[in-house]
Structures are given as C-alpha cells and as structure tokens.
C-alpha cells in the first residue's frame, strides 16, 4: 500500500448485546459483518486483533465458548457479529442443531449482512464442514471470504502447500475465486489487510 494511503483503524468498539436468535437480534441498519468457523478456530479472537482490544469478545480454550448471536458496533459505522462455531462433536446433538440454526437463520434472514467472513485453522487439511458452509454460501448467493487462522504455527512451506491445497478445492466451486486471507490473532498478523478489505466493502455498499 502507498505511504500516502491512510491506514485503517478501528478506534471505539461497543458492546451492542448477546441474542439467542436474529429475529430479536436489532437492527441499526448499518452494514454488518460476520464471522463464523467451526469451534476453537480463532473467531473471537479474531474480532480482538482487529479491533485492537484483547477482551473484546470471548475466548477460550475450550472449544463452545460463544453461544449466541454478539453484536459489536464498530465506530458508529459498522457491526461486527461474533457467531457461535459449528461442528463442535463435544456438545449435545440438540446443542449442535440449536447453534447450527441460529448461524443458518442468521445469514438467511439477516438484511443488514454485507459479507461473512468463513474462518479456516490454517493448519489442518479441508474440512467437510467448512467446504459444505462455504459451498452452500455460494449456492445463496452470500458474499463472503475465507480467513485462514493460527498461521503462526507453521512455517512458511507448510502454509503455501496447505493454502494452495484449499484453494484446489474452492476452484472446484468457485470461479473466480473468493479473497482470502492470512491471519494469526497471536502474532497479530493480516489485520491490516483485513480492515482495508473491509473498508472497501463498507465503500462499495454505501
Ligand atoms: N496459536 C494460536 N492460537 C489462537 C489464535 N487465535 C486463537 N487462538 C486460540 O484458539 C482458541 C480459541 O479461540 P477463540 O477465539 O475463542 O475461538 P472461537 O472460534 O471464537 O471459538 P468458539 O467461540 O468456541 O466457537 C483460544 O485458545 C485462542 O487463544 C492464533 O492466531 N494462534
Ligand atoms: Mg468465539
């Protein structure tokens, strides 16, 4: 990016509420984004690093740990929503099938959604459950782009063949291909490039 470019940041985030459903989740309407993933793969997370706040949204651990719909305002502009993972085998099936709907009535039915992002562990080939979300996003028509988390666990080679391995499989579905992009919450990596991409959505729906 030119010197000249100013960078991107977020200066306030507020905490908006938790909701069990997106039929009483409000509506400010003011572009939304999303993001979702399967348990553990570094959502929350995620949401702190860019944010730039380390207790932002949730973490843990242990995987399961956001439940509900959380909604953030970002800068009086924008809203973040921190979704609950899918595919957590840990859980109860009628726990799995709860949050499973709630995320599909989510990006259904929310009309404020501009783009959800789809986070993927860097480090662990292809999953069913994140191919099956990220194919049925397309077949809706829902704008979305891949995040790779947790990067900073593998070198370099390591994460070239398993990026080029998804990508092989997403050109099976997708022409052209969705943005993607390279992020570790510990080591703070990709942020940037991530804000600037969301600025640009934010531009492109005003
Ligand atoms: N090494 C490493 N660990 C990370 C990274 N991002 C998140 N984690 C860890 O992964 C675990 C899960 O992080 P969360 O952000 O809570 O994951 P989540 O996707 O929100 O999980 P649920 O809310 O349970 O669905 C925590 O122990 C984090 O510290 C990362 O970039 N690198
Ligand atoms: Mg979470």
């Not at 953030?72 to 859980?91: E, M, N, S, T």
């Not at 070239?160 to 291909?177: C, K, R, S």
């Not at 510990?186 to 490039?193: D, L, N, P, S, V």
Request: positive net charge; contains cysteine.
């Amino acid at each position: 990016m030119s010197n000249n470019v100013p960078k991107h940041v977020i200066q306030e985030v507020s905490f908006i509420g938790s909701y069990p459903r997106v039929s009483i989740a409000p509506s400010s309407g003011k572009p939304e984004i999303a993001f979702i993933g399967r348990s553990n793969v570094g959502k929350s997370s995620l949401i702190n690093m860019i944010c730039g706040r380390k207790k932002l949204a949730k973490t843990s651990s242990t995987p399961g740990k956001t439940q509900m719909i959380n909604l953030f305002d970002v800068d009086d502009r924008w809203i973040i929503a921190d979704l609950p993972g899918y595919g957590y085998a840990k859980v109860s099936k009628k726990t799995r099938g709860k949050w499973s709907k709630m995320i599909t009535d989510y990006l259904l039915e929310r009309e404020d959604l501009v783009t959800v992002f789809v986070l993927v562990d860097a480090r662990v080939k292809p999953q069913e459950s994140d191919l099956e979300k990220i194919v049925w996003l397309g077949q809706k028509q829902i704008p979305f782009g891949i995040i790779f988390t947790k990067v900073e666990k593998l070198k370099n080679t390591e994460l070239g063949n398993n990026v080029d391995t998804y990508i092989a499989h997403l050109q099976e579905h997708f022409d052209p291909l969705p943005n993607y992009f390279i992020t570790s919450a510990k080591t703070k990596t990709g942020g940037q490039e991530l804000l600037d991409y969301i600025e640009y959505i934010l531009d492109s729906v005003n």
